[in-house]
């Protein structure tokens, strides 16, 4: 009687401690397969976007640097005198003197200028597509800088900015965000295996191509915008083009805090405070 209840007692032990085993070891393999799975591809996710954020912030910080002197410059003489229809179809064919009112240097101007906006944007647009299927929100880096790219988006293409009473009397224009997009998207090439942005000399060319393109067909929005700027106080694109700037410094501190110029920061804090942002 005494063996039979022992043999029933290690049977039983014998069971809960196999079931313990099975257990443990299903519980090992979910902490296995879930945990540690999940915490290498959130580690894999962090590194891929810390890699992606220095492998475009020297083309980005030296493309907002230019866009950013450029506007700065354009504010500082509102409204400049290459900034005109005149000077677009003016086809000089060399600077005669070093001056602004040069029509060479005028046209040089503007098409830098346009060439400027849309390199930027290309830059942005080749950030945006390789950061599509990552997520910016794991990395403070890119968290931040995709803050402030949507105010830079939002300055030129939302239409409720302007807060004043007699809004309908001002003159404004728009690019809109899927504009901006296709601005910047025209001027991706392939070179090899890598992609970067179309530089001047070739952005001019086709341009000045008799044949249509892409960059011809998307360079008149841009020039929607910047072309024939008023000085009347009714123009909003002035306000708009304040507002970029503003946020353009504050998207170049984020890349390099020590890399904007003094020039452009005296710029800065004379709008901020002439505005109150």
């Known amino acids: 009687m005494t063996f039979d209840i022992d043999l029933k007692f290690w049977l039983q032990l014998s069971v809960v ?27 894999k996710q962090k590194k891929a976007l810390e890699q992606l954020y220095q492998k475009f912030r020297d ?62 944007l290309a830059w942005l647009e080749l950030y945006r597509q390789e950061l599509t299927f990552m997520h910016p929100e794991r ?23 302007n807060q004043a009473k007699d809004w309908e009397k001002w003159r404004d224009t728009l690019i809109f965000r899927e504009e901006l997009r296709a601005i910047g998207e025209v001027l991706i090439v392939v070179h090899g295996t890598s992609r970067t942005v179309m530089g001047y000399g070739t ?8 044949n249509r393109n892409a960059i011809k067909r998307w360079m008149p929005v841009i020039l929607n915008f910047l072309m024939e700027l008023e000085n009347n106080g009714k123009d909003f694109r ?40």
């Open 59 to 120: 083309p980005l910080l030296l493309s907002a640097k230019e866009l950013a002197s450029r506007v700065s410059e354009v504010l500082k003489h509102y409204p400049t005198v290459y900034l005109k229809e005149k000077v677009l179809t003016s086809r000089p064919e060399k600077q005669l003197v070093n001056s602004i009112n040069d029509a060479y240097f005028q046209r040089y101007k503007l098409m830098s200028t346009v060439y400027r906006f849309a390199a930027f």
């Open 139 to 161: 990395n403070e880096k890119a968290e931040k800088l995709e803050s402030v790219v949507e105010l830079l988006r939002g300055d030129l293409a939302d239409g409720q900015l």
């Open 203 to 210: 952005y001019c060319e086709n341009i000045e191509s008799s």
């Open 238 to 277: 002035e306000v708009r083009l304040k507002l970029f700037f503003v946020h353009l410094i504050e998207f170049i501190k984020l890349l390099d805090n020590c890399g904007v110029e003094r020039r452009l920061l005296d710029a800065y804090d004379k709008i901020t405070e002439e505005m109150k942002l």
């Open 17 to 43: 401690g196999t079931v313990i085993a099975t257990l443990g070891a299903l519980l090992g393999i979910f902490i296995k397969e879930y945990f540690l799975q999940r915490s290498f591809e959130q580690w």
